[in-house]
């Protein structure tokens, strides 16, 4: 894989790295301008995590689905480097060949268009959480039931065979790109689609703790994705998914312990 990655040349490397460092940078300038306006009771998305007896406006919920497509977007696209530069010398390779050449661009589109519509999934969630009035103004549960039984749900699945699948091919992406290579932008976009599908699938319980400790709480945000990043990118961390599950089920038994105490 460093071989492969190495036949780019620097400037072309560089542009996709800023590239991507770049959209994540705004992706996070946007969370950031956000979270000071929902603490200071300008943004809509705290507006919309208050209770209160009408239904939301659609406005304020095209706000909240944004809100979760750059969030989406600044959490995952750090994660997606290793692929998209494999992805790249791939094809830098190809045009050696005179075969026709497809930009990095158009893979990664692929990969954040699926957790786009991830985000369209969390803002259904949110609202019927809202409708049942188990958000605080913070966007965080107000259930112990909830918080517990989503640190449970996300720990529980960390052991799962479901897991360690969509781990080894995010993990693995010069087997990715050898089994499931396609020619053309179309190609490329379906290939990106695809792995964007095995990550969500990865990673879409880890999603889901945004409501345990905040929504708009940007150093949990910042805390999932750190941690996301070391699970599918740092060599020789399996045991993390063992004590990532392990401590998310304590926490989830502490919490709804508290409960019942």
């Known amino acids: 894989m460093a071989q492969s990655i190495g036949v780019i040349p620097r400037g072309e490397r560089n542009f996709i790295l800023g590239g991507m460092l770049g959209v994540t940078a705004l992706a996070w300038g946007y969370l950031f301008v956000d979270a000071w306006r929902m603490n200071h009771g300008a943004s809509c998305c705290a507006v919309l995590a208050m209770p209160q007896l009408r239904a939301w406006p659609v406005r304020d919920l095209v706000m909240l689905f944004v809100m979760w497509s750059v969030m989406m977007v600044a959490m995952m696209t750090p994660t997606a ?22 930009p990095a661009g158009v893979f990664l589109a692929g990969y954040l268009l699926v957790w786009v519509g991830f985000s369209l999934a969390a ?18 549960s107000t259930s112990p039931w909830l918080g517990g039984g989503l640190l449970i749900a996300a720990g529980v699945f960390q ?6 699948a969509c781990l080894r091919h995010c993990r693995s992406p010069l087997d990715f790109l050898l089994t499931g290579w396609r020619d053309g932008r179309r190609g490329a976009l379906v290939m990106g689609l695809r ?15 945004l409501f345990v400790l905040g929504v708009m709480n940007l150093a949990w945000v910042a805390a999932i994705t750190a941690f996301v990043v070391m699970e599918k990118t740092v ?16 926490w989830g038994v502490v919490v709804m312990g508290r409960a019942i105490g």
Request: aromatic content about 8%.
């Open 81 to 102: 480097g290793p692929m998209v530069m494999l992805f790249a010398a791939v094809q830098r390779q190809r045009r050696a060949t005179q075969a026709a050449v497809v």
């Open 123 to 140: 803002t259904v969630l949110q609202w019927g959480l809202h409708a049942a009035a188990l958000l605080s103004p913070a966007m965080v």
């Open 195 to 209: 792995h964007g599908l095995s990550c969500t699938g990865c990673c879409w319980l880890l999603m889901a703790l």
């Open 235 to 250: 060599p020789g961390v399996k045991w993390l998914n063992w004590v990532s599950g392990a401590a998310c089920v304590v």
């Open 159 to 164: 052991f799962t065979p479901m897991k360690r």
